[in-house]
């Protein structure tokens, strides 16, 4: 089990990490999410043995891990950092940096894991093509498909879908997870996409200023929002009385006392958010089919 425990850290003033405790058993997957500059990048570093922390503790199966200050050779053979940065060697090619964690005392067997790895992030194709010569979203890929090749037991992943395109995230993101579950690597993420989240977290930790302001699983993060911005995470949403309330949750009904006056209707692809004017604050509310401007609906608030 991977052990954050009450961790603090500072640039210089300001605290940019503050008091993150949270637990990873083998397999799982956590979640860091936040806006950007809510200290995210600098947990997982932490979590790396990165930078000395001010306070607290991060272990592996009860074994401390040293910040920079007590350990000699950085890095781990147990636990990779996919970073923000890819920390790839653009002179080489994609196969080789992805290689370049593994042993050469076989290279029949390098060549089928890297070639394996190449095929889980979708890039077979550039296996030998220089890294200086690929888009964005391959260096993501070769960065994702480098972390993997040691077969690491802790895997931390720094938005790791973030320049890739939306229509092939989608595959490579269950392709990676799958791979994550079925060899049991435990996860880190850390993302500002809800999509990264919701299938494949087991536990969320919602951070503001560095610090955990909500958290559990995805399912109850989802229903229970407590505060509307972690609901504007999810999904849209209208603050009602100071509930909240998803597109889905408030329904147009034939009849009501409570009407609305339709001003917008945005197509969603599979249906549509209709914008209203309800007691003068504006609702979003899911539809089946776009709605007249200014026409008055009857809705309900249904949770
Ligand atoms: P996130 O990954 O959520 O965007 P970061 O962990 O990168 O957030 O940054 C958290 C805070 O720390 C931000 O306010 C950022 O400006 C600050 N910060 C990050 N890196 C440095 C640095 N090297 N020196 C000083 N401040 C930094
Ligand atoms: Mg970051």
Not at 117 to 140: E, F, M, P
Not at 196 to 205: C, G, K, P
Not at 219 to 241: C, G, M, Q, T
Request: with cysteine.
């Amino acid at each position: 089990m991977l052990v954050v425990k009450n961790i603090s850290f500072r640039y210089d003033k300001t605290r940019v990490v503050d008091n993150i405790s949270f637990k990873v058993k083998k397999g799982q997957v956590v979640a860091i999410i936040g806006e950007s500059g809510s200290g995210k990048s600098t947990i997982l570093k932490l979590i790396y043995g990165e930078k000395d922390l001010e306070e607290g503790r991060v272990s592996w199966c009860n074994k401390k891990i040293l910040g920079p200050k007590d350990k000699l050779i950085a890095g781990h053979e147990f636990m990779k950092h996919v970073t923000q940065e890819f920390d790839l060697m653009p002179f080489t090619t994609a196969a080789e940096n992805i290689g370049s964690h593994l042993s050469n005392f076989n290279p029949e067997k390098k060549k089928k894991r890297i070639s394996t790895l190449l095929n889980i992030v979708g890039l077979s194709d550039c296996a030998n093509t220089k890294v200086l010569r690929l888009s964005g979203g391959q260096k993501q890929r070769v960065a994702i498909a480098k972390g993997l090749a040691a077969k690491p037991e802790v895997l931390l992943l720094d938005e790791p879908f973030s320049h890739i395109d939306s229509y092939k995230k989608r595959t490579l993101r269950r392709g990676l997870f799958d791979y994550l579950k079925s060899n049991q690597i435990s996860c880190v993420i850390a993302s500002h996409d809800k999509n990264d989240v919701l299938s494949f977290a087991d536990y969320v930790a919602v951070v503001e200023e560095g610090k955990i302001i909500a958290a559990g699983t995805p399912e109850d993060l989802y229903k229970d929002p407590v505060l509307p911005k972690i609901a504007a995470f999810f999904s849209d949403f209208s603050f009602i009385n100071g509930k909240i309330y998803y597109t889905n949750q408030i329904k147009i009904v034939p009849n009501s006392k409570q009407k609305a006056i339709v001003s917008k209707n945005y197509f969603n692809g599979k249906d549509y958010i209709v914008e209203a004017e309800f007691e003068s604050q504006t609702i979003l509310i899911t539809s089946s089919k776009p709605i007249k401007k200014n026409e008055t609906i009857n809705i309900r608030f249904d949770k």
